[in-house]
Structures are given as C-alpha cells and as structure tokens.
C-alpha cells in the first residue's frame, strides 16, 4: 500500500463521519430519485467534464509534474496521466450509463403466502459506496457514473499522486449534479490521502455500506485485513491456461497467447500454463518458442526444462504468484485430476481455462475448478464487465460473498423485502 | 461477548488452520455430490440422531449440571437444556431440508455474445462456512444440516455452556456423514472455547469463505469488528409500528399488539410504536392499556407522557434500543415524513410496518423505508424464513451484501460463471 505512508491526520475520523452523514443525507435522496433524473445528471455530467477538460488537464499537469520529480515508475505516469482522448473515453463512459437499464426497482421475485400476505424481493440501491483506488483518474470518474446511476452515494479516496486531477474532477461532477437538481454530496472525495484516513475509512461501520478497493494485491490485502465494513475483495488473478491431451494445438497456441500477451498486467491475463505430459514434448517447444520469441521469461517444472532447456527452474512461491508481467510459469501434469488439484491450490479463483475436445474433460474442468470464471476453449481474457456485455464494470470480484467475477450495475444493488397484507398477525 | 473468556491457547490459530484445511477437502467433495447423495446423508444424520438421542440428553444434562452450578440466567437455561421433544424438532428439521430444492446447480442467467461465447451463471457452494453461535445446540443441528444440503463445509464454535452437548450432536452428524459415503469433516467443532480461538476464527482468511455469527448484539458486533473473513451480519432488530392517521384502529392494534407481544425475545418483535398525532389521543390511551395489561412498560415521548401519564419518559439512548423484552418505546409524530425520518435514523434496518388505510402513504413508507423488510398493514413478525416459505433459515441478515433479510438455502451459495467456447479469444 505504497501510497499511504503520510503524516497521521488525527481529524481523519471526524471527518470522514461527517463526509458519511452528508453522504447519508443524499443516499437517501438518490434513493428515491426515477431513471430519468438520474440519466439527466449523468449527460450533465458528461457535457460539462467535456466543456471543462481544460481545467482537468491543467491540474493533471501539476500532478504530472510532481509525479515526475518524485521519480514515479513508468506504468504509475502512464495511469496518472490525462490527454483529450482519455477524458473522451470517460465521457463516453458516462454516456454509455444513461443508455443502460436501471437496475432499482427490478422486483427479483414475488410470491403469495398461504395467509395472503404478498412479498416480493425488490432491487434497491446499497446506499453510501467507498472506493478506495489507485492514482487512476479515470477510476474517479467511471465510480461516480456507476453509483448515481445505481443511486448510491460514493465516497472517492484515490491515491496521492492524483490529488490535483481528482479535486478537478469531483469539482465538476459535484457542480453537474447540482445543476441536474441531485445533491452534490453524492460524490465525495476524501482530501486527506494519509495512510490514516484510508484506514478510518476502512472502519466507518455504519457510515459506508461496502468499501471497493481497486488497485494492488497489497492494496486489497491492506483494506482485507482492516476494515470492519464490509468489502468486495477485488482482482487478483494468478490465472491457468490448461492445455488437455485432447486440445486442438493450434487452438490452444491461439487461446495462450492471448490469454498471456494481449495485456500481460490486467488480472484475467494468463500467468501459468499447464500441459499434459502425453502432449508436453510436442506442445511445449512450439508454444514456449513463440512466448520466448514475444519477450516472455519462461520458468518452469524441471520436466518443463528437460524439454525447453531455456526455461528457469519455478519456485514454490512462483506457483502462487500473479507475475503481471511478461513472465509465464510452465508446469507439466498428468492429466485432468492434476491440473484441477493444482489450480484449485495455488489459483487466486479468478479466470481458469481448459483447452479440449473432449467433453468429459471440457464437463469435469468446468464443475470440478473453483474460480469466478471457468472457461472451456476461450481465453481468460475474456473475464470484463465489457466483454460479458455488462456495458459497466466497477471491479471484478474475487470474493464469494455479494458479487463473483465481474460486477456491473446490478451487482452496485442491493434487494429489500416488500410485504403488502391486509391486517395479518403470527400465529 | 460473554462467553469468550477462557484461558488463551496458544495453538488455536494452528488448530484452526489444520481444521480449515480439512473442511475445504471435505467442500471439494460436497461441491460435486449429487443432491440424492446429500439427502440420504441428510435421512442418515436424522436417523441416527433420533436413534441416540440418549448419548445427547446425557451430554446435555452434564451441560446444565455446570450451568446450574454456574448460576446461568433462566433464558440460557431454557436455550440449553435439551429434551426429546427438542430433540424431535431437530430431527425433523434435518428431514425437511430432503424435500427442499438443492439450489446447487441452478442456471440463474445465460446468454450468447456475439462471438459466439456462451455464457452461464451458474449457483455453486460458497465453500467453506463458519458459525459462532451461543449456548443453543439446536443451532449445531440446523447448521450442519443446511450446510449440507448446500454442499458448504461447516466449521461451527458454539458457546462453551453448550460443549458436551455440541461434542454428541457433531460424533452423530460425522458417523451419518461418514455411513452416507460423504467426508465426515464436512462438519466440525471447534473444541476450545476460549476467547483466542473464536478471534482466530474470525481472522481465518482463506480458510473460512463467510462467517455468519448468530447471538446477541455483542457477538455480532465482536466479530464485525475483529473479522478479516467475510461476515454476514445477522439479527439485531430495533423494529418499529408505525400507526398512520389513515389506520384501521382495530388493525392496527392487533398488529401490534402481535408484534410485541407474541415473542418478545426475538428479533422480529416490535421495540417501538410510532403513532400520528391526530389520532394519538385516541389510540394511546387504548392500546398502551392493553400493552400494560399484558405486563409491558411503557416509556414514551413527552407528548405520550401527556397522554398516558404512567410511561416513563423516553431517553435518546431508548431510541437506538432493542429491548428484547416487555418494554416499548412510544412515540407521536407529525405524519409520515417525521416517521420514516425517525426509522431511518434510530432503526437497526431489520423489519419496519406502517398500518394505514391510505394508498400513497402505504407506496411511500414501502420506497422510503430502508429496512431488509418493509411491511403495509401487516405484524413484523413475519420476517422469519419459515414464514416467507423458505423451509429452511439459517439467521436475518441485517447487512446489504450478499444477504438481507431471511436467509435460505440460496443465500448459503454462491456463483460462478461458466463460458464455453470455439477457441475465441480477445481483440
């Protein structure tokens, strides 16, 4: 959690109670807004990021600068950095949103009991969000979207390094909803980027409903082992490519190198691959030369280096890890019943894909893997709010409770009980 | 939490582990055993059960022999004591759930993307559940036995009062496990009692995959504060009847008068009675009558004092109260607006009922309210799984993730998505 390490705030705490009241305070207004208030906000939103990008960027500037002189790693400045075609794509997000369809008031079920009593299970917003996330901008943006269309109120902590975009930004979308007749409270953002107001944020029982964090393994561990309000774990993805006996090798080739190169550092991309020994010696030195020759590091099993001498030898900490990198971990199985043992092992229960023409296999992969997403002949880079045709995504959870795999607007929800009677007591 | 207070042991987290280990072996065969598999382990737990019902009655009488010297209060005795009758409740409890439908397996979603990936949303176990209960061995039976039927593992910790009880009850359900074919430690107990142990077991991250307390206020709020694992919050009830100027006044006594009185111990009951002024004069004076006659205290606000002299004058604390117990608190208000307000601010989000003859008062306390529950003309004593048809009920979560409101065997599961494909993979 590299980006808490600031001086102790002590009012941290106070404060936050205040945000949440406030936030509180236009939940409940939220609530009980119609779709049609809600879509109005978010074109307003959407027109007035646009009209105002100028400001945006030329506080993105002073973050930039900052950035630069405290030396930040290359990825960290391509994340934080804003252009024109960037606030573009979270105008477009936000457009995108008012075409969806609003999940609240969607009655799940309804049933009517012996004694006449009618319920009936109603999607309802889940109230005060807290996100806590990394120094991405764009994050700031797309939560804000997602919760006012779902009518919940969210309280933004994003990292230090993008303080000056976030003010910009949380400015413009406050200002937006206010037009639109919303409360501007509906989005917050906490000023305070110390490690102590993450963790008094973490443990605002009552005050927020679910914290999101979005970022790291260590982020998500972080906020995991702190809070006391409830969270969706998301993304860590140490994920499997299970190459069967029976795959067809040009399509297992295909779904690898996708799986592996078409984005090395997002959670659904492929960090292990698993063959099976009848088809190693011929799979391997095709697959891993083409991995090798894109710029992988190949680390291996010893049977792996005995047949591709290039390969390093894998650790026992190799087998748990998500690499996010160009480096891919090669391990050579038995069969169906080793891979699953394996992956149900050292998987992070992310994305996990089998490679096979035989549909008993293909059968037993998908029942007998624990993961949020279990492919069979598709690459795990498949596992996206986007992808699925969610049309929003806020994270894609690793977590069993609430949400598993990618979470859209439904998932921002909640269901409340409706009981309509007519004078009916418990016996 | 009154319970936890024994000698630390410094092995617990170790012993844990080792349990949490075994347990998720156990899951991996439950995940995959059929729902006739789990029904006969199921006819086989109440068999056996019934059939040695007097190994448990002995385990219970050395319990209450300890609790009886200990000076334990009259409603723990109650909760502890055993007897066949309670016995045969148990029993038939564990043969309802054969009839019940497993929700393990069932397709909640699909759909077919445009490049042809087919995708399912499929209901799986969660996997590995834990319980920590208090001195109620009914709570070992109905734990294990809807853990089952779900395909979770269950590692349960109940009070210690309750141990020898919680010892017989499990040696019964692991023989039936074992005699059925299925991992005997499906289902386990924790052996120390001991404060360490249940905070170890909150802490158990990886191992336990939702941790859902049953018990008193304190309980619940131990474990929301210490929990690393994911916790369903369950049962704290500050309930409110709130008699609108437009109510039926016979209805509305009626219901209330259910509400408080016909088990006043659970969370369900009604705590508070919120009454519109214009009709105030009139109902107060009745139905507080008929409260008191029933042995209830009245504690009301000034204007309730005025009207019914004998109540007690109400403190703000009162207001955040769950009694649980022949106390209410009685409060006039305005109209509607002042109700909900008052709800949505001093309620515990648990179930809520307005009695009105009038139609959009009824629309807007069901919209405005945010309870797990929302009642029109109707006792808040419903809100219990049996009585929404559920069959089965393992708590009342009172929180919004995953679970609000009763909890079934479908809230015991959770989801996974299945994607088949042609060798698709990602732009």
Redo the contacts between chains.
């Keep these: 959690m590299a980006e808490l390490t600031e001086v102790p705030v002590s009012t941290s705490e106070s404060r936050l109670r205040d945000m949440a009241l406030r936030a509180r305070e236009a939940a409940?207004v939220l609530?009980?807004a119609g779709t049609a208030a809600k879509d109005l906000a978010l074109s307003r939103m959407a027109d007035d990021l646009w009209a105002q990008r100028g400001a945006v960027l030329k506080a993105n500037a002073r973050d930039m600068e900052v950035a630069r002189r405290g030396g930040l790693s290359v990825p960290l400045v391509n994340r934080l950095s804003l252009d024109e075609k960037k606030i573009a794509a979270m105008v477009e997000g936000l457009r995108a949103l008012i075409g969806l369809p609003d999940p609240v008031g969607e009655v799940v079920s309804g049933?009517r009991?012996p004694n006449g009593?009618e319920?009936r299970r109603v999607r309802?917003p889940?109230?005060v969000v807290g996100m806590i996330y990394e120094a991405r901008p764009n994050v700031t943006v797309d939560a804000a979207g997602i919760c006012l269309k779902t009518g919940n109120a969210v309280i933004l902590r994003g990292g230090k390094e993008a303080l000056n975009s976030n003010i910009a930004l949380v400015e413009i979308l406050q200002g937006a909803l206010a037009a639109a007749g919303l409360p501007a409270k509906a989005v917050q953002l906490v000023m305070d980027t110390g490690r102590e107001s993450a963790l008094a944020m973490m443990r605002l029982?009552g005050g927020i409903?679910?914290l999101i964090p979005r970022g790291g393994a260590g982020l998500i561990r972080t906020v995991?082992?702190n809070a006391?309000v409830?969270?969706?774990e998301t993304g860590t993805g140490n994920c499997h490519v299970y190459v069967h006996r029976d795959a067809?090798p040009d399509?297992a080739l295909?779904?690898l190198?996708?799986?592996k190169l078409?984005n090395p550092a997002v959670c659904n991309a492929a960090e292990k691959l698993l063959v099976d020994r009848e088809v190693a010696a011929e799979f391997l030195p095709r697959s891993l030369a083409a991995l090798a020759g894109a710029g992988v590091e190949v680390r291996g099993c010893p049977e792996t280096v005995a047949i591709w001498p290039a390969a390093k030898p894998m650790t026992e900490e190799d087998w748990e890890t998500e690499y996010l990198d160009l480096v891919i971990g090669v391990k050579v199985v038995e069969g169906l019943d080793e891979a699953v043992a394996h992956i149900?092992r050292y998987g992070t229960r992310h994305s996990e894909a089998i490679v096979t023409r035989d549909y008993g296999a293909?059968r037993r992969f998908?029942?007998?893997v624990?993961?949020?997403?279990?492919?069979?002949?598709?690459?795990t880079?498949?596992?996206d709010g986007g992808?699925?045709?969610f049309g929003a995504e806020i994270g894609i959870s690793t977590?069993?409770?609430?949400a598993?795999?990618?979470m859209g607007l439904r998932e921002m929800t909640?269901?409340?009980?409706?009981?309509?009677?007519?004078?009916?007591?418990?016996?």
Excluded: C
Aim: hydrophobic residues 40%; without cysteine; charged residues 25%.
């Design positions: 409940g609530r009980v049933w009991r009593l319920i309802v889940l109230g029982t409903d679910v995991v082992e006391t409830p969270v969706i067809d399509m295909r779904i190198l996708n799986a078409s149900n293909a998908l029942e007998e624990d993961a949020a997403a279990v492919y069979v002949n598709a690459s880079r498949f596992t992808e699925f045709g977590q069993k409770l609430h598993r795999g990618p909640t269901t409340k009980y409706v009981i309509e009677g007519t004078g009916q007591v418990r016996e």
